[in-house]
């Protein structure tokens, strides 16, 4: 089996479109591509993730052994690796991990995951994990309107956070975390979640006359949220956006 690539960008459009193109070609498990700017990062649901210099941006190539159905997992996989990582250079106890692919520091988006993937069957061809975090605080021109949504690992960090040290460290997490997910059998451990989330955190899912308010109460195995409606009605999501209350106020 051929070794992993590296890929270095001073600058690129998207590295996760140059790992898929990489991928595409054949690049082995675990080829990865960074970059110190993006000129059009990308997030869930194609929004646009602001990419300027001094923040991390990697793409890496998995060929993960499960079946395509699960595939939406490792992107919980890996926001909870990411967590653990950033959670080496900030008191863990600030972080948390939003369903499905955000980490929180003290409230506030700091990393964000995108999955993308090719299939042949129901089984995966390549699948695509992009990793943006947050460590160097914003231009002032979008300061005010990221105020209550983001933050910089950098403005709660008490050291100065390395940019590969953390890339390193995100990476050896993910890795770990995959193994394990492979070895289920592309479940995950609702146990594993719930350590890293804000069970009982007050959100909001969908949007106009779909719009409710809820509690959140975990993830299944199978990876989608569990929610409690006013009622008390229990709900089981599993696709769309959840915003915590405290984002709109």
């Known amino acids: 089996m051929s070794a992993p690539e590296r890929h270095h960008f001073t600058t690129c459009s998207s590295t996760n479109q140059e790992a898929a193109d990489r991928a595409r070609e054949?690049?082995?498990?675990?080829?990865?591509?960074?970059?110190?700017?993006?000129t059009a990062g990308r997030g869930r649901l194609d929004r646009e993730w602001v990419s300027p210099r001094g923040n991390l941006h990697v793409s890496?190539?998995?060929?993960?052994s499960v079946a395509a159905s699960r595939a939406a997992g490792i992107a919980l996989v890996a926001a909870v690796a990411t967590a653990e990582a950033i959670g080496q250079f900030v008191d863990p106890r600030e972080?948390?991990?939003?369903?499905p692919n955000d980490v929180l520091l003290k409230g506030r988006k700091v990393a964000g995951i995108l999955a993308e993937l090719e299939t042949r069957g129901d089984a995966i061809d390549w699948l695509v994990i992009g990793i943006g975090v947050n460590v160097s605080p914003p231009s002032e021109a979008l300061?005010?309107?990221?105020?209550?949504?983001?933050?910089?690992?950098?403005?709660?960090?008490?050291?100065?956070?390395?940019l590969q040290d953390l890339?390193?460290?995100?990476?050896?997490?993910?890795?770990?975390?995959?193994?394990?997910?492979?070895e289920r059998s592309g479940k995950l451990d609702p146990g594993e979640w719930s350590g890293w989330s804000k069970e009982g955190r007050r959100v909001r899912h969908g949007e106009?006359?779909?719009?409710?308010?809820?509690?959140?109460?975990?993830?299944?195995?199978?990876?989608?949220?569990?929610?409690a409606a006013a009622d008390g009605t229990?709900?089981?999501?599993?696709?769309?956006?959840?915003?915590?209350?405290h984002w709109e106020e």
């Open 95 to 99: 972080l948390e991990v939003k369903w």
């Open 26 to 38: 054949g690049a082995p498990a675990w080829t990865v591509v960074t970059a110190e700017e993006q």
């Open 208 to 227: 106009g006359s779909e719009r409710i308010e809820a509690t959140a109460l975990g993830i299944t195995p199978d990876g989608a949220l569990r929610l």
């Open 234 to 245: 229990e709900l089981v999501v599993v696709a769309g956006d959840v915003i915590p209350l």
């Open 60 to 64: 890496v190539v998995l060929r993960p």
């Open 167 to 182: 890339c390193v460290a995100i990476l050896e997490r993910l890795q770990i975390g995959l193994t394990k997910f492979e």
């Open 143 to 162: 300061e005010g309107a990221l105020e209550k949504r983001a933050v910089a690992l950098s403005s709660v960090s008490e050291e100065a956070v390395s």
